[in-house]
């Protein structure tokens, strides 16, 4: 069985600081990985998706993404954090070999103070 | 162009009342998709469909839930004899094809509440 765990509930950065949100990965095939962020009252917002190929992904409003297949691992990352970033981070997996579900992470609420 | 649009966006009902949530998918998008976000539970897949066929009905929580399509885009999601563990937000998305390395997307949710 597919599975995904987002080990901390909030994330606490400060506004011009790096960011990391951390996203762990079970498969049995090989696996498709998603980020998506949701705003408050509002439906998830894509981010960005490993499938093949280079192991750091870039994505929208500056987010990237590392694939680690040895530790199975896909974190988030941002260089420089802002305050509108603050909003919950959804990581989500499909394996390759157990069709179409899509398996979330519980959700990572990101805090960035000015 | 137009995203995926749901409706309600908020439902309010009493114990035992059936509801039925409506998602119209980005227009051409073959696949769709039902997901249930609960306080403390996360986003749960329910239910998905490619055209109007539903092949894989196990996500559903209960007997009490069904969705069906038709005409290969809308869809709606019914729950008979709510009780107030149904209380959640019911996501829909849709995709162009059900393809494995396609991201999905989002509607706004519909929120439930159930008295």
């Known amino acids: 069985a597919q599975s995904v765990a987002q080990p901390e509930d909030q994330v606490n950065v400060a506004e011009g600081n790096p960011l990391t949100v951390k996203c762990t990965y079970s498969?049995?095939?090989?696996?498709?990985l998603f980020w998506y962020v949701q705003y408050p009252n509002r439906g998830l917002q894509f981010l960005l998706k490993?499938?093949?190929?280079?192991?750091l992904v870039k994505g929208s409003y500056g987010f990237e993404a590392e694939f680690n297949k040895s530790q199975t691992s896909f974190h988030l990352k941002k260089p420089s954090a802002l305050v509108s970033d603050s909003a919950l981070y959804f990581c989500?997996?499909?394996?390759?070999?157990?069709?179409?579900?899509?398996?979330f992470g519980g959700g990572t609420r990101l805090m960035v103070k000015p | 162009g137009a995203g995926v649009s749901q409706s309600p966006s908020n439902k309010v009902t009493e114990k035992g009342k059936d509801v039925e949530l409506r998602c119209d998918p980005i227009?051409?998008?073959?696949?769709l998709y039902w997901y249930r976000q609960s306080l403390g539970q996360g986003l749960e897949f329910l239910i998905y469909?490619?055209?109007?066929?539903?092949?894989?009905k196990s996500g559903l929580p209960s007997d009490r839930f069904s969705a069906e399509r038709t005409g290969g885009s809308v869809s709606t999601l019914t729950i008979q004899r709510t009780q107030q563990e149904d209380s959640a937000v019911y996501l829909c998305?849709?995709?162009?094809?059900?393809?494995?390395?396609?991201?999905?997307?989002f509607g706004p949710g519909t929120r439930l509440t159930v008295l």
């Open positions: 998305a849709s995709s162009p094809t059900l393809v494995q390395r396609g991201e999905q997307f």
């Open positions: 498969v049995s095939g090989n696996p498709y």
């Open positions: 490993y499938i093949t190929g280079d192991n």
């Open positions: 989500a997996v499909r394996d390759s070999a157990a069709g179409n579900m899509l398996t």
């Open positions: 227009s051409g998008h073959t696949a």
């Open positions: 469909f490619q055209g109007n066929s539903a092949p894989d």
